[in-house]
């Protein structure tokens, strides 16, 4: 774990969004994704619900 992944961990929360999470942090979606991804995997478990209507 590192300090962008709970940036970007804290960013998804405060959103609801991946896409609009990515905006705000300069990054692009797969980047994101990718970073949260890993997250969970070292972490083994699910951070977010990710669905068409959003990050819970």
Request: net charge positive.
């Amino acid at each position: 774990m590192n300090i962008e992944q709970l940036k970007h961990m804290v960013e998804i929360d405060k959103t609801g969004s991946l896409k609009e999470a990515a905006n705000n942090l300069h990054i692009t979606l797969p980047a994101l994704s990718q970073s949260i991804k890993n997250l969970e995997k070292e972490l083994n478990i699910m951070i977010f619900h990710r669905s068409r209507r959003g990050s819970i």
